[in-house]
């Protein structure tokens, strides 16, 4: 099946019904981006930019960002860079941004809120992401946001920045939607972004109460009230909505989110093709249905039930 899947990847992905879903891969590396290409992925739907700022004693500056993004850009031969900027904090602190201990660093100065706490180490990064989109298609995407508030205070800093750098003729501009509040507000959003993009691994995390990767605890995406919040997101955001955790790698879990609305899905590199099949497997009109029954049940267990009868059904 594997095989199959992989001669078909570097075809577009449209359901059986024909509504067009891109399928992107997250990208943390250059060996990422190269898979990506491989995989038939359509873009970079998220660049998780951080492994440029790890473990160094000193921040990247404009210049070296440009360069590691165009090489990005190059391995993915030209497909859309969706730079997300810098999301550390808390639990992955910066040898050169220091931080205040924090009880909760989950809950603490992360993502958006640490950028914007450290405004010449965001400026720098902002000032790359807008000389790159001068040269190849880029989006920049928001981590973190809970308020409106800070999401125009990251525009404003990035029309600074495409000040400094000249008009790109292509930036596009999005956050992500990790924290519940965000996907309650998500009309709010809609004068400042042009797309949002669900990262369901966070967004699992704080709904659910949930620390990820904690072995004690399972929290589930295929969980309603996670699957309520996508459904919002949908029908409130005004834009294209892309889903970038896990979940979107999770067959059974491709048609409940393009049911919801979702029309990007992005993934690691080497899922691309499996997903690209599952959306060709996916029927819209049979699945309307079944996502509204799926936000309805008690837990993910029930919504993977109903998904599996489904399928064995047909
Ligand atoms: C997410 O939270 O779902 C996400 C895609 O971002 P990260 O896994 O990098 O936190
Ligand atoms: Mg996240």
Same mark, same amino acid.
């Given at each position: 099946?594997?095989?199959?899947? !992989?001669?078909? /990847?570097?075809?577009? =992905?449209?359901?059986?019904?024909?509504?067009?879903?891109?399928?992107?891969?997250?990208?943390?590396?250059?060996?990422?981006?190269?898979?990506?290409?491989? %995989?038939?992925?359509?873009?970079?739907?998220?660049?998780?930019?951080?492994?440029?700022?790890?473990?160094?004693? !000193?921040?990247?500056?404009?210049?070296? *960002?440009? !360069?590691?993004?165009?090489?990005?850009?190059?391995?993915?031969?030209?497909?859309?860079?969706?730079?997300?900027?810098?999301?550390?904090?808390?639990?992955?602190?910066?040898?050169?941004?220091?931080?205040?201990?924090?009880? %909760?660093?989950?809950?603490?100065?992360?993502?958006?809120?640490?950028?914007? @706490?450290?405004?010449?180490?965001?400026?720098? *990064?902002?000032?790359?992401?807008?000389?790159?989109?001068?040269?190849?298609? &880029?989006?920049?995407?928001?981590?973190?946001?809970?308020?409106?508030?800070?999401?125009?205070?990251?525009?404003?800093?990035?029309?600074?920045?495409?000040?400094?750098?000249?008009?790109?003729?292509?930036?596009?501009?999005?956050?992500?939607?990790?924290?519940? @509040?965000?996907?309650?507000? =998500? /009309?709010?959003?809609?004068?400042?972004?042009?797309?949002?993009?669900?990262?369901?691994?966070?967004?699992?995390?704080?709904?659910?109460?949930?620390?990820?990767?904690?072995?004690?605890?399972?929290?589930?995406?295929?969980?309603?009230?996670?699957? *309520?919040? &996508?459904?919002?997101?949908?029908?409130?955001?005004?834009?294209?909505?892309?889903?970038?955790?896990?979940?979107?790698?999770?067959?059974?879990?491709?048609?409940?989110?393009?049911?919801?609305? &979702?029309?990007?899905?992005?993934?690691?590199?080497?899922?691309?093709?499996?997903?690209?099949?599952?959306?060709?497997?996916?029927?819209? %009109?049979?699945?309307?249905?079944?996502? *509204?029954? !799926?936000?309805?049940?008690?837990?993910?267990?029930?919504?993977?039930?109903?998904?599996?009868?489904?399928?064995?059904?047909?």
């Amino acid at each position: 099946r594997g095989r199959q899947a !992989a001669a078909r /990847a570097h075809r577009p =992905a449209v359901t059986a019904d024909g509504v067009a879903i891109a399928v992107a891969a997250n990208v943390g590396s250059l060996a990422d981006a190269r898979a990506a290409a491989d %995989n038939g992925a359509d873009l970079a739907g998220l660049v998780r930019t951080e492994f440029l700022f790890l473990d160094r004693d !000193a921040a990247p500056g404009p210049d070296e *960002q440009v !360069a590691t993004y165009l090489e990005l850009a190059e391995a993915l031969g030209g497909r859309r860079l969706t730079l997300r900027t810098l999301d550390v904090g808390g639990d992955k602190p910066l040898r050169y941004a220091p931080a205040a201990h924090e009880q %909760n660093p989950f809950l603490g100065v992360r993502g958006l809120r640490h950028s914007l @706490a450290h405004p010449a180490l965001f400026a720098d *990064q902002l000032l790359a992401i807008a000389r790159v989109a001068r040269e190849t298609p &880029v989006s920049v995407m928001f981590p973190m946001v809970s308020s409106v508030a800070e999401v125009v205070a990251a525009r404003r800093m990035l029309d600074d920045a495409v000040a400094k750098a000249g008009p790109a003729e292509d930036l596009r501009v999005g956050i992500m939607i990790e924290v519940p @509040a965000a996907a309650l507000k =998500a /009309a709010a959003f809609t004068p400042y972004v042009d797309f949002v993009s669900v990262g369901t691994n966070d967004l699992t995390q704080y709904t659910l109460a949930a620390e990820r990767g904690n072995a004690a605890l399972t929290a589930d995406g295929l969980d309603p009230a996670v699957l *309520q919040l &996508v459904g919002l997101v949908c029908a409130r955001a005004g834009v294209p909505v892309a889903v970038c955790g896990e979940l979107a790698a999770d067959e059974a879990a491709v048609r409940l989110l393009t049911a919801l609305g &979702v029309r990007e899905l992005s993934v690691a590199p080497p899922a691309v093709p499996l997903v690209k099949d599952a959306v060709r497997a996916t029927h819209m %009109n049979l699945t309307g249905s079944l996502a *509204q029954r !799926a936000t309805g049940l008690a837990d993910a267990a029930a919504v993977r039930a109903l998904l599996k009868s489904v399928s064995l059904a047909g």
